[in-house]
């Protein structure tokens, strides 16, 4: 029996001896560690609260636009530019075309000469006239050579007065023949010029549509002008936005042209809407000009609303208290300057844009608020601004 206590309690002993061991060896270690880790650590790197409330964080600062003015909410519709004046020009008569003098792209001018037709028919057309008109003036020679002398004769009673009545008649006929033949030669002086189609005012030759050796009848186009060089966006607008398009300022942008910015006006819109996709047509007249933009280029018509501005902001900076969208602007510590305290804004977003939001509450430019972290964000804490540099 004492044999058996006296095993007990050595291994007692054993016990106590090797868990007093074992927590020295543990503090050894930890101190080490911890002498390992100070020795290592940057002595510019500053050290978080022991609570852990300081955080790194992203900001941005408010900036508005590139003028310094707020934004407001704005919708793209892309489109295509065309001309705001293109007519089809064709012949007044038919024929066989003869001749093409002007080539696709081209810079005409009033009265140059565009397309010949072959003349020999307007020829012969204009020698008949020609001829008529002469015979008829002749026979007007004669008639009114007749009446005089059966007026003369008609004093003296020599003839009878229904003889000079149909001499009279006569002339009279003879005078209308010559009118009217007068009039079929310079109708046939015109069908000649036809033959030589003319440029009504100045443009650019924007398609050809016959070519040399073609018949074409009357009014069959055979090119397209595009008339002056004004130009206009086209683009389609749901019918949401119908009613208030009139207020919205409107900015031409283009995909080819990267940073340009032309002002537009609305200069038509249409009453009815597209049958399949249910938007309007709408006609935006550009107010600056640029000499090398073409037709058919792509072009966006940006409508601002200025009426509802706001402040731009990323969409990762938008938080959520209480149900409401807040924003944390971050007040700097005088002391710090690479820490600093936050305070919730309440905001109210106006648009979500792929590059933003747009937002309206109590921000001023060149207020600075937090852009990555949020989530982690609250009054209490306090936040150390990470610098890209």
């Known amino acids: 029996m004492k044999q058996h206590q006296r095993k007990i309690a050595v291994i007692a002993t054993i016990v106590v001896a090797t868990t007093i061991g074992g927590a020295f060896a543990i503090h050894s270690l930890h101190g080490e560690s911890e002498g390992h880790v100070a020795a290592h650590s940057p002595s510019n790197h500053p050290k978080l609260n022991p609570n852990g409330s300081e955080l790194v964080v992203r900001t941005f600062r408010i900036g508005g636009d590139p003028n310094g003015r707020p934004q407001g909410t704005s919708h793209t519709f892309t489109g295509s530019l065309q001309p705001r004046y293109l007519a089809s020009v064709g012949f007044r008569v038919a024929g066989k075309i003869a001749e093409r003098k002007v080539e696709l792209g081209q810079q005409i001018q009033k009265g140059q000469i565009l397309y010949r037709l072959d003349p020999e028919d307007s020829e012969l057309q204009l020698r008949v006239a020609e001829s008529d008109y002469l015979s008829a003036q002749s026979l007007l ?208 977003v106006i648009q979500y844009r792929s590059d933003g939001a747009i937002v309206r509450g109590h921000l001023e430019q060149g207020d600075e608020i937090i852009s990555a972290g949020v989530q982690r964000i609250d009054e209490q804490v306090t936040v150390r601004i990470w610098e890209a540099n």
């Open 141 to 348: 020679s004669q008639a009114t050579a007749e009446e005089s002398r059966l007026a003369t004769l008609r004093k003296s009673k020599s003839v009878s007065q229904s003889e000079y009545d149909l001499a009279l008649s006569i002339r009279d006929v003879a005078a209308a023949r010559v009118e009217s033949s007068k009039q079929r030669l310079t109708l046939a002086q015109n069908q000649r010029d036809y033959f030589d189609l003319a440029a009504d005012s100045d443009g650019l030759v924007t398609s050809i549509l016959a070519e040399a050796g073609q018949v074409v009848n009357i009014g069959q186009p055979v090119l397209q002008v595009m008339q002056q060089n004004e130009l206009e966006a086209i683009v389609s607008l749901p019918e949401g936005l119908i009613p208030d398009v009139k207020r919205f300022r409107a900015t031409a942008l283009f995909w080819s042209r990267p940073g340009l910015e032309l002002r537009a006006e609305l200069r038509e819109l249409s009453p009815i809407a597209d049958p399949v996709s249910r938007t309007y047509d709408a006609r935006f007249r550009l107010l600056d000009s640029v000499p090398d933009l073409t037709i058919g280029m792509t072009a966006s018509i940006c409508l601002t609303d200025e009426s509802s501005s706001g402040i731009a902001v990323p969409i990762t900076a938008i938080a959520s208290r209480n149900s409401l969208p807040i924003v944390w602007r971050v007040v700097r510590d005088a002391k710090r300057s690479d820490s600093a305290r936050v305070e919730a804004v309440s905001v109210e």
